[in-house]
């Protein structure tokens, strides 16, 4: 297992664009998390996954964006009509159990509306 | 709602020397997780070291220890022997233990830059 995986590694799209992120966690994990940080800033929660049920959405997350998790395994991140401040880092993360188990975060995908 | 606070923006160190990053949290909680994190430029976060609220001894990993001070709700990160490597920016953490209802949230400081001179 390679760890956490994210695709693309970078993405610049025009605005109004839709925009569609991917992650593939640790097989084992069941649980998945997205995590948006933007310059200078540190990670902001946006959603969570325990398996295949989106569990809770941060307020961060419009109504332009969407997240699933078909079948527990992968997750894809959509942005609809993507704008300038959606530009970002977008990390994904996966764990196995709650409690003191630090998440595997994947390398992330940048983000850039023009 | 709980906040994590990192004074530092910005630290060096030269190499072989001994270097403090501070944290200060906010909660009303008595049962919690505290995490240092490590992001190194373009590349993805790597767990460093992480503290158990209940646990009063300070954990330690290698050259990495912890000052936990739960009273004063303080949690700085000492890296002994600076190596180039340790060059990153680090990002304190903190999530709700097991009988919270956001338990699967890290909640991260804005991080302090550590610059490692040779």
């Known amino acids: 297992d390679t760890g956490v995986s994210q695709n693309p590694r970078h993405k610049i799209t025009k605005r109004g664009q839709n925009v569609t992120f991917r992650c593939d966690p640790i097989s084992e994990h069941n649980r998945l998390y997205w995590y948006r940080q933007t310059l200078g800033q540190g990670p902001e929660f946006l959603t969570y996954f325990q398996n295949e049920a989106q569990l809770e959405k941060s307020r961060l997350l419009s109504d332009r964006f969407s997240a699933e998790r078909p079948k527990g395994s992968f997750s894809t991140l959509e942005i609809q009509r993507t704008e300038q401040g959606d530009s970002a880092m977008y990390l994904c993360?996966?764990?196995?159990?709650?409690?003191?188990?630090?998440?595997?975060f994947g390398s992330g995908t940048r983000l850039t509306v023009v | 709602a709980q906040t994590v606070t990192q004074s530092q923006p910005e630290m060096s160190v030269q190499e072989a020397e001994t270097v403090t990053l501070s944290c200060t949290y906010d909660t009303s909680e008595s049962d919690y997780y505290l995490f240092w994190y490590k992001q190194p430029p373009s590349r993805q976060m790597i767990l460093v070291i992480r503290?158990?609220?209940?646990?009063?001894q300070n954990a330690t990993e290698n050259r990495f220890s912890v000052n936990f001070q739960k009273a004063a709700k303080s949690f700085s990160l000492k890296i002994s022997d600076s190596q180039l490597g340790d060059a990153a920016m680090y990002f304190c953490a903190y999530k709700e233990g097991n009988s919270g209802g956001s338990n699967y949230k890290l909640t991260f400081g804005k991080g302090t830059l550590l610059t490692v001179n040779p």
């Open positions: 503290q158990e609220a209940y646990k009063q």
């Open positions: 993360a996966s764990s196995a159990r709650q409690g003191a188990g630090g998440y595997t």
